[in-house]
């Protein structure tokens, strides 16, 4: 198979790094805003930089990865879709419900295979910990508490603090994953949102703190906390699920803990990281979107959690500018 990456950014350099790794997959080209980034990865893997888009849709891709600045995607996406080229797209999709009732009717095409970079549902700890949920083993699940604690670091784009690129800060770049895998292990629609969001870095005009209340309309309570600290802190990414006969505790890169019939289990994968690396999900998304493209069956996120996940976010801050609940509109 063939394919082309836009963006050789962080996300980008990870699904490269994913792909490589499959044989009989070969990247045939990439676009690059930073040219200087550019030209070291054109001379380090041989792989041709372009500097339009349709240079590389003439070479016939199998699919394309859509890895650019948020607020840069619309127009990339309709005319890969004109040309009937399947995406793998970073979160968001786009950056809100106006842009996705634009790409609405090229993305929507039957014949395509799209997928949304939902990286961290392809987790171990995330996967194993959804089927124990799933067998029943802590019952009815019942409410979802997570905590996301993280530190903006050097390694992270500049473009995050501009809300013209970004759409939204915290939300958009890092809970947005938090909602798709709360919504993973509710496994159901959003009923209704309600949100509220302040600043520890009041010199930006995103947030990096937001608090997010959801009910889904089978029933499950859930609450997210996420913070993107201009300071170091120590990270924390966890995930309590109580049902009406015990709980799983998901701690991301570590592992998780099932409490069920007052008995308690651990599940430590700190041995499947440090073998395997803290980005290995990127892998296991590759693996599986390429046996998508192969099999024409839908990807474990498909399009629609795509969609679905840009009218939650949206949703999200209307609550924040309203002060009030919303209802959710699918």
């Known amino acids: 198979m063939k394919y082309g990456i836009l963006g050789i950014g962080q996300a980008g350099l990870r699904h490269f790094n994913a792909f490589n790794n499959i044989k009989n997959v070969n990247l045939l080209g990439f676009t690059e805003f930073d040219l200087k980034k550019a030209k070291k990865f054109e ?41 009937n080229i399947n995406l793998l797209i970073e979160k968001p999709l786009v950056l809100n419900t106006r842009e996705l009732k634009i790409i609405n009717k090229y993305i929507s095409k039957k014949n395509l295979i799209h997928s949304i970079s939902f990286v961290h549902r392809y987790r171990k700890e995330v996967l194993n910990a959804k089927k124990i949920i799933d067998n029943k083993k802590i019952g009815k699940v019942k409410f979802i508490s997570e905590t996301m604690i993280s530190q903006k670091n050097n390694h992270l784009p500049n473009w995050i603090d501009n809300k013209k690129i970004s759409g939204g800060g915290v939300l958009l770049y890092n809970a947005i994953h938090s909602i798709d895998k709360i919504c993973f292990i509710a496994d159901s629609k959003i009923d209704n949102v309600f949100a509220n969001k302040t600043n520890i870095n009041e010199n930006i005009d995103v947030e990096d703190v937001i608090n997010i209340s959801l009910k889904f309309k089978n029933g499950v309570f859930a609450n997210l906390i996420a913070t993107f600290l201009p300071y170091v802190t120590t990270p924390k990414w966890e995930t309590k699920i109580f049902g009406s006969l015990g709980q799983v505790d998901i701690n991301i890169r570590k592992g998780f803990e099932l409490i069920s019939n007052n008995k308690f289990k651990k599940f430590d994968y700190s041995n499947y990281y440090k073998k395997n690396g803290p980005n290995y999900s990127f892998n296991i998304q590759a693996k599986s979107y390429i046996k998508s493209l192969k099999t024409k069956k839908p990807p474990l996120v498909n399009l629609d959690d795509g969609i679905n996940s840009v009218k939650i976010v949206d949703a999200i801050y209307e609550s924040i500018r309203k002060n009030k609940i919303i209802k959710m509109k699918y």
């Open 43 to 83: 001379k380090k893997f041989n792989v041709k930089h372009f500097k339009k888009l349709e240079d590389i849709i003439s070479l016939k891709p199998d699919f394309i990865i859509i890895a650019l600045p948020h607020s840069f995607r619309l127009e990339p996406i309709k005319l890969c879709c004109k040309n």
